[in-house]
């Protein structure tokens, strides 16, 4: 493309890898990946891939080594707990060719969360089993710790500590470019508006339009929701959308974001 | 493996392709992997993966390739609306190496819900564009189709629609042997039984024995799940797990099933 938008800094690109049979089964809901998106936009990463493999060796380190290959940022979630099914910390020490060692600063955390030294039996001093070379990430929580290696970001599963961890290692990313957002909410159709919300995506190819339809409290309506790195391009192109939505017809609500 | 279940009737695999960029962006949480999980699960179909990708034509083909080439059963969910960003039919398309044609019968379908001619306009047209050798799923809530082509179903995003077109799919699916499962919750901690519960999978490799940790009604446990096709084995397994969380100090609470 010839965009204005590809010629300047382009925004640093991220994949989140979710292990474990649980969400593969349909027993629990995954929480995480929403969670994640939300807060790498806000600095200017894109989430550019997702995947959920089970708590398998080999599919971790596939999914992993494709992962890390082709993105900027990877995030794990799941799987590093004290139980036989917790394989991440050793599938990533595989993936990226280093022992599994027992990490002295994470044993220290998992001693002062414990206190009494009975408590601290070896199935909980399995999670103080880490690659060679990470960097521990801190669970302000529970004590056991994520980690990094490489470009990998390895974290809990269970969402408010995955949050907490997330908050602490967001500071060490690079970002880029902020992605701003406008959305256009109306009371069409999609196929009544399709023609020219086609168009309009033609004029403003370095913007990214997006098409959702919903039905709220009774009313069937569709989301239009506009983004880019310049928020000039961004309000112009909204501009123009809120006029083709009076024009056919519909009341154009326009919010900032991509709520709405 | 050299266990009982792994010389029966293997359980047909599937995977699930999210296809849509306000998956990854955040805006919009998913709502049908897990519902897919469950019904797949139902008739002894095991969902091994799951992928999300933004609506850009080469990742759509690349995850489509990668995962019907591994997988019994492939399900997309996303992307076959009216508007530029529904790509979704042209990429399976290009997959399967057949043309896009406007299928007759997708037509006449539209046509009678459209009902006045001048409301079937060129993009809802583009709704009737399905890969040539392509056979219909059918819409009962806003009639524009998925569709089956080899082992793949390309099926709607918005939830109430994909759910109709799964439920008209799954009689088409060869199923499995039945999938039994039992979870035992207990407000221990995983650490406290993570060495019996790993002893206990080891003694019982046919099933698969999952911990998830809880935090509900301000009380902290775990529930462990157990799955298998022999439901003889998960029942002993169940009784002997039970026994395990008695002797530490626990009380299990046992329920058929995953929920729990």
New interface residues.
């Given amino acids: 493309m010839s965009s204005p938008a590809s010629s300047a800094t382009p925004n640093p690109t991220a994949a989140v890898l979710v292990i ?11 929480a995480n ?6 807060k790498l ?1 806000g600095i200017g990463v ?10 398998v060796e080999e ?1 971790i380190i596939a999914a992993l080594d494709a992962l890390r290959g082709r993105y900027g940022y990877v995030f794990t979630t799941g799987g590093i ?6 394989i991440t910390s050793a599938c990533v020490a595989k993936a990226f060719g280093v022992p599994l060692e027992r990490n002295a600063e994470a044993v220290a955390r998992l001693e002062r969360h414990y206190g009494d030294p009975s ?1 601290l ?4 001093l ?1 999670m103080a089993n880490i690659p060679a070379g990470a960097s521990l990430i801190d669970n302000p929580i529970s004590a056991a710790p994520g980690f990094r290696i490489g470009n990998v970001f390895v974290m809990a599963g ?1 969402p ?1 500590i995955m949050q907490a961890m997330l908050d602490s290692v967001l500071p060490q990313l690079e970002g880029g470019p902020d992605l701003h957002a406008r959305t256009v909410a109306c009371e069409l159709a ?6 020219d ?2 168009a309009l ?1 033609d004029r403003y190819a370095d913007l ?6 919903y ?1 709220r409290n009774g009313f069937f309506g569709v989301s239009l ?1 506009l ?1 880019g790195t310049d928020e000039t391009r961004v309000v112009a192109a909204t501009e123009e959308l809120a006029g083709i939505v009076l024009r056919l017809g519909g009341t154009p609500n326009v919010t900032v974001g ?2 709405g």
């Fill in positions: 474990g049979n649980e969400i593969l089964s349909g027993r629990t809901k995954d990946l929403p969670h994640i998106a939300e936009a894109r989430l550019r891939e997702a995947r959920v493999v089970p708590d599919e707990g004290p139980t036989h099914d917790d408590k039996n070896e199935a909980r399995r269970v408010n999609e196929g009544q508006i399709a023609a919300l086609g995506q990214e339009i997006g098409s959702y339809p039905f929701v983004r991509t709520k």
